[in-house]
């Protein structure tokens, strides 16, 4: 898979050329795959993988900038709702952007020269941007946060990598758990700030710029969703509607486009469907092969939606079933990563997903990952905050208010009320309101210090400031970057990509209100009519979900010795962030088939206790 290593220092002090010079020669010496892309006095910039000749380094002329990943040319960047429907919709064959390689290189060292804003603008992709400037060296996490960004330091040289396995091959690095920021992943596990799992390790967030100063290490927001949130709103839903279909279908195949071959996860939902719409419409360009998993329980098959989409678009598909028959040990060998991951899924499905790709040469997996937010999925009552808070209690604020009655099963007096209460008292809205309940398997306290700390708000939130409810929970969903490292991967393995939360779609989300995106009483009802004419009417009707309770139960009962082995005495139990008497009652009692505790305890604390497991050889392995 592909890495960057970046060391960053300030050539006039002594000690940190010193440390520069160690970290670079420890790592050539490690591995004979690294490339040096930017060599000047106080930067250097490596990288490596396993695609041709690192194919994903593009170096800017004047070697004063390199992008690390996969990058395409913005088009339309910005542009307001009056250009957009004048524009019309694109014909076919007209994308809205390109592979950077296609272009000159030299635009994009000019937009990186006016700074990383305006490289926000210019561009879009997966990608880590390094510059030397006058001001100094930067580096830049690119707004969708897909090629991962983490930084330390060591001897006062800042080191940027996107894989902790690189920093460990060192030899020179050590590092200690974060206990605070586990307990508060373990309360919240959503929770994704610049701390990670290690304590000397932190994380550039989506979008953010880092810049080495005399004084430390500055960090900006570069491009930020609430700015783009604030742009003027896209109220008109044809419009809206018709780019939401543009928008995606380029976002798609401009990522199938950088492959040979995708292996597509289609369950048979809406978001990967839309994802394979727009795969089937370019069919001649790159081939792919859908893939179905399924189970026995009663929510748990979903094979018959993913073969009415394949049909429907002639596609090939595979099924696959998921059985009880796992070994969950295998769990405690998941890769050195900054932070806890959730590992469970991938125990299930990477190996096999690898090997698939491998007998139909396909070097990428796709899904519709985060359809489910960038489409708005879910709190239909926050975006009546937001029809109020943008046009008063008129008839847009009872349209909204009638529309997300229809979703959520409330009346529309309650919704409206609690959408008045927020507008006149200017509330802060706090994340954890309307958040599940937590389990009773948590630590009570635990939960209470997560809830109180401030430093598990959202940098994103600081800019906060007179936007609504609604708006602020549809960017904060997005807030958590997709994965690009598997949890269990091999070198040769294909690349995971998540089309649909490209930069450019993420955009135009945000700028089209909440309360639209829930238009006619229907979750994602713009990306339903978007693809109405694409899709089946069984899929874009479709308001159920698969569920996984059942399979969950069946897999904690054949593995029971190894879960109340690992984590009954384990690190969360023994740091009092889970109460062992209860989650022994759990491992012990009768099973209760409606509890989501099972899923809780596969997916979220067996995984954290994983990762603790393999963090406490941290220490030893650098200092071999």
Known sequence: MYRYF??????SDPSQSAAARALSGRLQAASTQWCGRIARPGLLAFDSGTRESSSEAHV?????????????????????????????????????????????????????????????ERIWGRYVAVFDDPAGAWVLRDPSGALPCFTTCYRGAHVFFSDLEDCLALGL????????????????????????????????????????????????????????????????????TQLIHDTTHDCVQAWAGCYNGVLHSLSG????????????????????????????????????????????????LIERELTSDIALHDILGVRHTPRPGFYFAALQRQRLEAQLAGVLHADAIFSGGGGDALFYQARADLA???????????????????????????????????????????????PFDGAVPHSPLVSAEVVSAARRDPRWRHP???????????TLWHALSLSVPPGFYDSFDAPQDPERTYPLLSQPLVELCL?????????????????????????????????????????SMRILDANLPFLR?????????????????????TLSGPRDPTSVEYNEILHDHLSIEAWLRRGSGLKARAAA
């Open 460 to 470: 994103w939130l600081e800019s906060a400031q007179g936007l609504p409810h609604g």
């Open 6 to 11: 970046v060391i960053v220092w300030h050539p």
């Open 60 to 120: 800017l002329p004047g070697s004063a900038g390199v992008l690390f990943g996969k990058v395409f040319a913005r088009v339309n960047a910005f542009a307001s709702p009056q250009d957009l429907a004048r524009a019309g919709p694109r014909s076919p064959g007209a994308p809205a952007s390109e592979a950077v390689a296609s272009v000159d290189l030299l635009r994009v060292a000019k937009a990186c020269g006016e700074g990383p804003r305006t490289l926000t």
């Open 565 to 585: 082995e690992t984590l009954l005495d384990g690190h969360l139990v023994r740091e009092g962030i889970l109460d062992r008497a209860r989650l022994e009652r």
């Open 173 to 240: 690095l050590s590092f200690t758990v974060n206990w605070d920021l586990v307990a508060a992943m373990v309360a919240n596990s959503a929770l994704h700030v610049r701390e990670t799992g290690l304590r000397e390790v932190s994380e550039l967030l989506p979008g953010e710029c880092a810049r080495v100063l005399s004084e430390g290490l500055g960090r900006a927001f570069a491009w930020h969703p609430l700015d783009v949130a604030s742009q003027e709103p896209i109220e008109d839903v044809r419009v809206a």
């Open 384 to 430: 009546v905050v937001d029809a109020v808070h943008r046009h008063g209690l008129g008839s847009q604020a009872w349209q909204a208010a009638m529309d997300a009655a229809r979703v959520t099963g409330l009346s529309v007096w309650a919704l409206l009320q609690r959408a008045l209460y927020a507008a006149m008292l200017h509330r802060e809205w706090d």
């Open 269 to 316: 939902g809406l978001d990967s469907s839309i994802v394979a719409a727009c795969l089937a419409s370019d069919r001649g360009s790159v081939p792919f092969t859908c893939l179905n998993y399924y189970a026995a329980g009663p929510e748990e098959d979903e094979r018959r939606y993913a073969r009415i989409v394949a049909t429907h678009l002639s596609a090939p």
């Open 511 to 551: 700028r089209v209100p909440t309360y639209r995106l829930i238009a006619g009483g229907v979750d994602r009802a713009l990306a339903r009519r978007a693809f109405a004419a694409e899709l089946p009417p069984q899929i874009v009707q479709r308001r159920s979900k698969g569920g996984i309770n059942d399979l």
